[in-house]
């Protein structure tokens, strides 16, 4: 459906919406309206939908983007809650690493890194094969790693996000050369600043072009010598 297809999170929402206003008694419409709440931002919105949806399809594989609601809103318990049932036992193994990513961030909110950690030590994590959702998953015990002031190992970890994300859709990138201290200028805006250095320059030039002849107007002679210095003196 259109929702899926729009590239712009918020178009995706307002397609969402419309097609919840034609019919909102089907699940998948309820289901899709959840998830674009969600990448928007729309916590409450979020949990609402998705808990409509999930009573009318029965599905339970986006108690993931549940749980990261109840956390976005403050609710850590609820989260942690959702994260242990005995329906996410039952999901999809992507589905469970997934509230196992929510997990460790629900304990780094709570202040305990070394949980947040543990929460991610999966057999997946070093079993050597790559999967759709590695890269996710070496990056959020990255983010972890460096909680608990594990920089080496948090390195480690996103120089194997970087590896698996052959989509870019994380920026493991970036904070690698954060950690490594190497820092990427933006060449858009370097352009600009010297574009603007540039201007800068000019108006002091022209601004010294002018008093130069307001002074010569007001009678006062050319230093080093020149005065009188032209044809007919």
């Known amino acids: ?43 409450a919105e979020a949990l609402a939908e998705l808990r409509a949806a999930r009573r009318m399809t029965g599905r339970g594989e986006y108690l993931s983007l549940m749980a990261d609601s109840e956390r976005a809103l403050g609710r850590l318990d ?14 999809p193994r992507a589905a469970q690493v997934e509230l196992r990513i929510v997990e460790s961030g629900v304990r780094r909110d709570q202040g305990l890194a070394d949980a947040a950690v543990l929460a991610l030590q999966v057999p997946e994590l070093s079993d050597g094969r790559l999967r759709p959702w590695s890269a996710r998953l070496f990056y959020a015990y990255g983010d972890a790693l460096l909680a608990a002031d594990r920089p080496e190992a948090a390195r480690e970890a996103f120089s194997r996000a970087v590896v698996a994300d052959e989509d870019e859709e994380t920026d493991a990138l970036a904070r690698l050369d954060e950690l490594d201290g190497i820092w990427v200028e933006d060449l858009e805006d370097a352009e600009d600043w010297d574009d603007a250095s540039e201007d800068e320059d000019d108006a002091s030039e022209d601004e010294d072009e002018d008093e130069s002849d307001e002074d010569l107007e007001d009678g006062d002679e050319p230093e080093d010598g020149l005065a009188g210095s032209g044809p007919g003196a």
């Open 1 to 43: 459906m259109a929702a899926e297809l729009a590239t712009d999170p918020e178009q995706a929402y307002r397609f969402a919406q419309a097609a919840r206003h034609l019919a909102a008694r089907i699940g998948v419409v309820r289901e899709v309206n959840g998830i674009m709440a969600y990448r928007t931002g729309r916590w």
């Open 78 to 91: 609820r989260a942690l809650e959702l994260a242990h049932s005995d329906d996410a036992r039952r999901l």
